[in-house]
């Protein structure tokens, strides 16, 4: 049998209240399969084209963004025509995206929440395209995360040269950090990563969610030193009969791995020190660490 380990109240399982703005990203993801729906119900779709022409507007609004300016100022900002500068000025005009104040043309209201959503949009557009490696190893069912917070994400993908990158990525994090949380990680570091797990076992306050019977590999290769690790307290396990993609926390960064299933390599792994994002993957853990198991609680799992 496994020593006993403590296990956390269930208080501590508990997702923690997000801020405003998470929670706002959270609310925007659940809506998402539904916003179709919502706007054919409002019946006042906006013309394809129209969305079109506020796109291609783009680096002017986010010129006025940042403060008011005259017609040549945006001009040389943009580097454009004074042709081209006053079709745009005078489209936003139309629009009632800018006004004109003292010589300089400013964004009203709308335009500036105009100017914030095609912005939020491009970073979203970008980061998804960056992400894209991630997007297509981890299983629809499982897609729960979300973009935002990952826009200037480190993607280091898996190469023909060097099929390890994502793992040598993740493995230096962990070298970098005190404490490491996580689930389903086998991918980013397989039990024959013996740098890993001396890691894990020695110095690094760990607690991981492991598939049932990743567990039980984890003690038959390290039986001994798994065990030590546990008593000293270095090392914490809970199981949880299905999982998703790999998940990180380290001190200040989190990660994501995304893995091949047939051949188990990890593909992606995507890390940020982004506050929204460390506070998105706090969330994720808690949910998933709330429908696990710790050892004590499965006597005999573990011969």
Avoid at 39 to 56: C, E, Q, S
Avoid at 137 to 156: Q, S
Avoid at 252 to 274: C, H, K, N, P, S
Wanted: with cysteine.
């Amino acid at each position: 049998m496994v020593p006993d380990q403590d296990d956390r109240s269930d208080k501590d399982s508990r997702p923690p209240p997000g801020s405003p703005v998470l929670e706002a990203i959270l609310e925007n993801e659940r809506n998402r399969r539904y916003l179709g729906k919502r706007l054919d119900a409002a019946g006042d779709r906006i013309d394809t084209d129209l969305l079109g022409d506020i796109v291609r507007h783009g680096p002017v609004l986010e010129a006025l963004l940042e403060e008011p300016l005259d017609r040549r100022e945006i001009e040389a900002r943009l580097d454009v025509s004074q042709a081209t500068s006053h079709r745009y000025t005078q489209w936003l005009d139309e629009q009632g995206f800018v006004e004109k104040v003292d010589g300089r043309f400013q964004l009203t209201w709308r335009g500036a929440v105009i100017a914030e959503e095609i912005l939020r949009f491009e970073a979203n557009v970008r980061t998804a395209h960056r992400m894209m490696p991630l997007l297509d190893a981890v299983c629809e069912d499982h897609r729960d995360f979300v973009l935002e917070p990952f826009v200037d994400a480190t993607i280091t993908v898996a190469e023909p040269d060097d099929p390890y990158k994502p793992v040598e990525r993740f493995v230096a994090l962990v070298n970098e950090s005190e404490t490491v949380r996580g689930f389903n990680t086998t991918h980013m570091a397989p039990l024959v990563l013996g740098e890993f797990h001396q890691r894990v076992f020695d110095e690094t306050d760990t607690e991981i969610i492991y598939l049932p019977h990743i567990v039980e590999k984890l003690f038959e290769t390290y039986p001994e030193r798994a065990r030590e690790a546990i008593d000293r307290g270095h090392l914490t396990l809970r199981t949880r009969e299905d999982l998703p993609y790999g998940l990180a926390l380290f001190d200040d960064r989190v990660g994501i791995g995304g893995y091949d299933e047939t051949t188990g390599l990890m593909q992606v792994f995507v890390d940020t020190d982004a506050p929204i994002a460390c506070e998105w993957a706090e969330r994720v853990y808690a949910s998933v660490k709330a429908d696990s198991k710790s050892l004590e609680e499965q006597p005999g799992q573990i011969q």
